[in-house]
């Protein structure tokens, strides 16, 4: 499909910046809150529409964010009033709902409001060659599934326009470890690196070693390794944090939850649970 011309965006427009914390289950951030976020806003209980990355990254990219599964209420009205949250996110308080018509796609509106459109991700399965890579200027598969750091280091903005920048982030997977850390333990080795589907690894490195599953005690030790990466990454945050134009809406949150025993299961995908949908999520305007 062609691309429509960019027009100026609309004054008063800001960046928005959406971190998505592959994976991470809501009780791992009850566990280890990041204190570079404690000023943003106040953490949110949300469920994923979606139990694995690729549908859900096409979710949050549609601009429907975990949701808050409120009862009595017309899923379209929902629709509608959480899409109309933009205004303030944007700070765009004119902007209307058929905007999203008819492509129902974040990037799409924001680069038709003018915007530049950015995404760094992680995980394979989201890499530049999917659809989700649709009206973004730049889309880039990071060289490791592991360092928000390096993906903070690429992030610019521009003083001409706002910038939307997706953030797919990978300490919180597994094998949930941070930089340099990773080849030092002895964890199986899942096939792209999420274990769903074979192959992916060969955009970076891998095998196709088959997995072993997990005794009780090591899914204990890997409840505590996604939180202690939660950890690391409190560092991450606050220079994230320094890296942002004043003028900016952050939201952070994850594309689903994780497993580690509950009922027999272990990690997401094709897992029907409480545990694999309740999210953690976070948003405000930063400075
Ligand atoms: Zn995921």
């Known amino acids: 499909m062609p691309r429509l011309p960019r027009p100026l965006p609309p004054p008063g427009a800001r960046n928005l910046v959406l971190v998505i914390l592959d994976s991470l289950r ?9 204190r570079s976020l404690a000023g943003i ?3 949110q209980r949300r469920f994923s529409y979606a139990t694995w990355t690729a549908p ?4 949050l990219l549609m601009g429907l964010l975990p949701h808050t599964s409120p009862p009595r209420v017309y899923a379209s009205d929902y629709y509608r009033q959480d899409f109309l949250r933009y205004r303030e996110r944007l700070g765009v308080p004119e902007l209307e709902y058929r905007r999203m018509l008819p492509s129902l796609f974040l990037p799409t509106l924001l680069r038709g409001l003018g915007y530049l459109t950015h995404a760094r991700v992680s995980m394979p399965v989201l890499n530049p060659l999917t659809v989700l890579n649709t009206d973004f200027d730049s889309y880039r598969l990071m060289g490791a599934h592991n360092d928000m750091a390096a993906i903070v ?3 610019h903005f521009s003083s001409e326009r706002p910038s939307f920048w997706l953030l797919n982030v990978g300490e919180t997977h597994y094998p ?17 690196v999420h274990g769903v589907i074979k192959g992916l690894d060969g955009l970076r490195a891998g095998s196709d070693a088959a997995a072993e599953f997990f ?33 900016t809406w952050l939201i952070v949150t994850s594309d689903h939850g994780e497993l580690f025993g ?20 976070l ?3 930063v400075g």
């Open 283 to 285: 948003e405000g305007r």
């Open 56 to 59: 859900s990254h096409l979710n």
């Open 262 to 281: 509950e009922d027999g299961y272990f990690g997401h995908g094709p897992i029907m649970h409480e545990k694999v949908l309740e999210v953690p999520f």
């Open 26 to 34: 809501y009780d791992s951030w009850q566990a280890a809150p990041p």
């Open 153 to 155: 280091d690429e992030l």
């Open 215 to 247: 005794t009780p005690a090591s899914l204990a030790d890997l409840h505590a390794r996604q939180i202690a990466a939660l950890e690391y990454l409190d560092g991450v945050f606050l220079a994230l944090l320094e890296r942002l134009p004043a003028e």
């Open 176 to 192: 949930y470890a941070h930089p340099g850390s990773a080849d030092s333990v002895e964890l199986p080795h899942i096939s792209g």
């Open 41 to 43: 806003g106040p953490l």
